[in-house]
């Protein structure tokens, strides 16, 4: 009888060791999940009640090690927005020979557009940087077999519609449309001018 109670103890503190283990294992890969995000998952509707206004520094080192391997953050690469940026809703820079690059996006274009949008425009500019900074190919229209390769491949991976159209213009009419026009036109009908 005690020799069943001594293998049922160690059966039972065998299966607690093994439950703890994987206990622990799937909380690691919440937690990378959680960082990271499901690539399937980066432009899902959902997004834009769980984190509308995400931190794009964030977004960009996520992006970074999913997509690229770190090469942008270990090349320095930076982020940021532009707020005085309205012809584009995003630019890559490259300054001087040193290097330098950095990926500007339009704070007026992209702050009232959905989630998916800046993601899609982010991934578009991160595309040049990388190109940048792995072949230093610094034309900035150049949408080529190399950008297209990555742009298809993070497609196909994630779900995103990162595109070389003129979206900037769209952005851009849109823009106009819903919040210069309007400004524009109450600046012609004030009593000041209407006299």
């Given at each position: 009888?005690?020799?069943?109670?001594?293998?049922?103890?160690?059966?039972?503190?065998?299966?607690?060791?093994?439950?703890d283990?994987?206990?622990?294992?799937?909380?690691?890969?919440?937690?990378?999940t959680r960082?990271?995000?499901?690539?399937?998952?980066?432009?899902?509707?959902?997004w834009?009640?769980?984190?509308?206004?995400p931190?794009?520094?964030?977004?960009?080192?996520?992006?970074?090690?999913?997509?690229?391997s770190?090469?942008?953050?270990?090349?320095?690469?930076?982020v940021?927005w532009?707020?005085?940026?309205?012809?584009?809703a995003?630019?890559?820079?490259?300054e001087?020979?040193?290097?330098?690059?950095?990926?500007?996006l339009?704070?007026?274009?992209?702050?009232?557009?959905?989630?998916?949008?800046?993601?899609e425009?982010?991934?578009?500019?991160?595309?040049?940087?990388?190109?940048?900074?792995t072949?230093?190919n610094?034309?900035?229209?150049?949408?080529?077999?190399?950008?297209?390769?990555?742009m298809n491949?993070?497609?196909?991976?994630?779900?995103?519609?990162?595109?070389?159209?003129?979206?900037?213009?769209?952005?851009?009419?849109?823009?106009?449309?819903?919040?210069?026009?309007?400004?524009?036109?109450?600046?012609?009908?004030?009593?000041?001018?209407m006299?």
């Amino acid at each position: 009888n005690n020799y069943f109670t001594a293998m049922d103890d160690g059966d039972f503190a065998l299966a607690l060791s093994l439950q703890d283990r994987f206990d622990r294992e799937a909380k690691k890969k919440e937690t990378v999940t959680r960082r990271h995000g499901d690539p399937k998952t980066i432009v899902d509707a959902s997004w834009e009640l769980v984190d509308p206004t995400p931190n794009i520094h964030q977004l960009f080192v996520d992006f970074d090690s999913m997509f690229f391997s770190g090469k942008l953050t270990n090349a320095g690469v930076e982020v940021k927005w532009s707020p005085k940026m309205t012809l584009c809703a995003g630019m890559c820079v490259y300054e001087g020979h040193g290097g330098l690059c950095s990926v500007r996006l339009s704070m007026p274009l992209l702050k009232l557009r959905p989630r998916k949008d800046l993601v899609e425009t982010l991934l578009h500019e991160m595309i040049h940087a990388y190109l940048f900074v792995t072949a230093r190919n610094t034309d900035h229209d150049g949408h080529g077999p190399q950008f297209l390769s990555h742009m298809n491949r993070i497609n196909g991976l994630t779900g995103a519609n990162i595109t070389v159209s003129l979206a900037c213009v769209c952005v851009y009419v849109v823009y106009l449309h819903h919040i210069a026009l309007p400004c524009l036109f109450s600046r012609y009908t004030t009593p000041s001018i209407m006299r």
